[in-house]
């Protein structure tokens, strides 16, 4: 049983290019949370998205941010002209059911993504 | 609104027993608990429901007072694995705004 899938682990990025972060969910998995982990604090939600749908983004910034769970691959978030704020652990979480509610969140591994 | 936790941080003494709290300004739904390790994706623990409905690990045991928006995760006989951050994650009684708490770090030492 694969769990959650996300890639790059690593990713260094310059001021003012793209970053596109991918999360593949558990198998039979249709929502998905993002949420950033700065070095030493919790974790802050940013989107949650069902196929095809984004539920809940409040806790994405309106600008440079966006993310996509299409019908068919992983989901998405891509960060446009990074800053050095972006830096931080970037974690996909799954659930069967929509999560938060009386059903559990499994996380993926993270993605890191430093700005240089 | 993000919940609070008490204590930020608890040192242990292998085989002791720790209490994490967790507590939210707002009616709530479910709470949720979370165990990660440094350099680690957090791992499920527990989900404590409105009503007294509990899913998670049996080693683990913990309380929600739904009147006073609160819940506390009870860590006993602790061990070396136990170490790492916890975080409860609450969401309120209209079933949105699931929310992380800021965590607590918890050091089990031999």
């Known amino acids: 049983n694969a769990g959650v899938m996300q890639n790059p682990r690593h990713l260094v990025r310059r001021r003012g290019q793209e970053a596109r972060l991918r999360c593949s969910p558990v198998k039979g998995h249709s929502h998905v949370y993002w949420y950033r982990q700065l070095p030493e604090e919790g974790l802050k939600f940013m989107v949650y998205?069902?196929?095809?749908?984004?539920?809940?983004e409040s806790g994405m910034p309106k600008e440079r941010f966006s993310a996509e769970f299409p019908k068919e691959g992983p989901s998405i978030l891509r960060i446009q002209q990074v800053v050095r704020g972006d830096s931080a652990a970037y974690f996909c979480?799954?659930?069967?059911?929509?999560?938060?509610?009386?059903?559990?969140?499994?996380f993926g591994p993270g993605t890191r993504l430093t700005v240089l | 609104q993000q919940p609070v936790q008490s204590p930020q941080a608890v040192i242990l003494r292998e085989g002791e027993d720790a209490v994490i709290n967790c507590s939210s300004s707002k009616a709530l739904y479910s709470v949720h608990w979370y165990r990660q390790k440094h350099g680690e994706a957090p791992v499920f623990l527990m989900i404590?429901?409105?009503?007294?409905e509990q899913k998670g690990h049996e080693k683990i045991s913990a309380s929600f007072n739904e009147k006073k928006q609160q819940s506390s995760l009870y860590l006993t006989a602790s061990q070396l694995s136990y170490s790492g951050t916890y975080f409860c994650g609450t969401l309120d009684n209209y079933g949105q705004n699931f929310v992380f708490g800021p965590g607590t770090r918890l050091s089990v030492l031999p």
């Open positions: 979480a799954s659930s069967q059911l929509p999560g938060g509610g009386n059903n559990e969140q499994f």
């Open positions: 998205l069902q196929k095809e749908n984004i539920i809940d």
């Open positions: 404590l429901l409105k009503g007294g």
